[in-house]
Every structure is written in structure tokens, then in C-alpha cells.
């Protein structure tokens, strides 16, 4: 019998909210996975510092978890100091995994039609297939005229019929996927906090709590110009 596959879900989480939860559950349950990995990036290579530390990030998205047996929390690339890349992490789960069992990366549309910008891209095929999860604003129609020619080439090369695929070798396929369609993004819910509106009903109530009690994201957000 083979070994489930394991699913691996970075992200900023800043903080993390219900369309990240159901993302993580729903491809969880519907590819079978063993569990899903969150994981919260330390230094995030891609985009402007975030105004709360990887700490608090990474605390609410224990909160979020909680008592939720299929999804788990994993702090290495907090723990790790500098930029954090998604292809060391594949490398280490894959070194302490072994060679065998399959590693699903899970992705939403927007961060997939951006892989191509990431460190040695390549190279996570041979660490992890891919599952992109639908999102609201990115309909697969519009992936093509999206999608730079290189990762296009990769995409029709390695798209799988069946998503259960992924049980069937330990990397290198692509799977997408239709999940409930939550239009709900971190960065809404960080203006909306910062405008004194409250986001409650886009997140768990237990991160909205621990986002009063430590007075998060009240003020503007920093930003590369700062
Ligand atoms: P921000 O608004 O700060 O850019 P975000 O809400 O997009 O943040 P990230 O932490 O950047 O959240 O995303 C982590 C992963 O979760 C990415 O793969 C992203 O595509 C996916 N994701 C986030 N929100 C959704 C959503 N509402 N539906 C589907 N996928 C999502």
C-alpha cells in the first residue's frame, strides 16, 4: 500500500485567515494527504517586511490550528535566520522524509502564476508536486495569458489527469483544484484593522482575540519606501 502524501503549505500568514484554513482542510481532505504542514515564513523573499514579527505570525497560526488533527503548524522557517526559500524547506522535508513519500506543495492561483520569479522554480518539481488550489480573482481561464512561457512549458508537461495522482510517486506532478471560493486576503483584513473596521467572520476568533490583546496592525503598513 502506499504512503499517503504529505501536503506542505508555506505562506505569510499576516495574519492567517479562513480562506488560508479551508484551502489547507478541503485539499487536505479531498487528495487524501496524511496532513497538511503550515508553514509560516520567516524573512519572506518576496515582498515588503511584515509589521508584526514571524513570532506573532506563527502563534496565530497555531491558534487558527487548534484541535484540528489533519492541519499542523511547523516553525522552521521562523526559526531559520535570513531569507527563507521554499526549496530549502522541500530539501530538508525531503532529506528527513525520505525519498519515497510523496510531498504536495499547495499553493493558491496568484502564488503559482508567480513561481517563475522564485528561487531555482525548477527545481521544486524534483522535491514536490504542485496542487493549486482555484482563487477568487485568478479563474483558471485567465492562467494561460498569465503564466510566462517557461512555467507554461512546465505546466502542460506535468499536469496530472487525476488528482489522486499525487499518491502514485513522490514528486514532480501539477493538480489544480476548485475550493470554496473565499475572496478574503490578509491584506484586507490588515487595512481594515488599520481603518478601526472589524474583520471579524474572515478569521478564527481566537487570532482576532490575540490580534486585540497585542494590539496588531493599527497602524499604517510598513512599506520598501520606509
Ligand atoms: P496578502 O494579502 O498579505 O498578500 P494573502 O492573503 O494572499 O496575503 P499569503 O500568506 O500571502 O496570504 O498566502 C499564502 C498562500 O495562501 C498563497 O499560496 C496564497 O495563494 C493562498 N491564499 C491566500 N488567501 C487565499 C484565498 N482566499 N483563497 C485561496 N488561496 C489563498
Known sequence: MSIAPIGIFGGTFDPVHYGHLRLAQELGELLRLAEVRIIPAGTPPHRAAPQVTAEQRLEMTRLAVAGNPLLAVDDREVRR???GYTIDTLTELRRQLGPSRPLCLLLGADAFLELATWHRWHDLFGLAHLVIAHRPGFPPESWPARMPEPLAREYSARLL???FGVH???AGGIVTQAIAALDISASMIRD?????VSPRYLLPDPVLDYIGRNNLYVTQEVNETR
Request: glycine residues 14%; charged residues 15%.
Open 168 to 170: 502514485l510517486s513522490p
Open 161 to 163: 489527469r487525476q488528482p
Open 81 to 83: 535566520s535570513g531569507p
Open 192 to 196: 481594515s484593522l488599520t481603518r478601526g
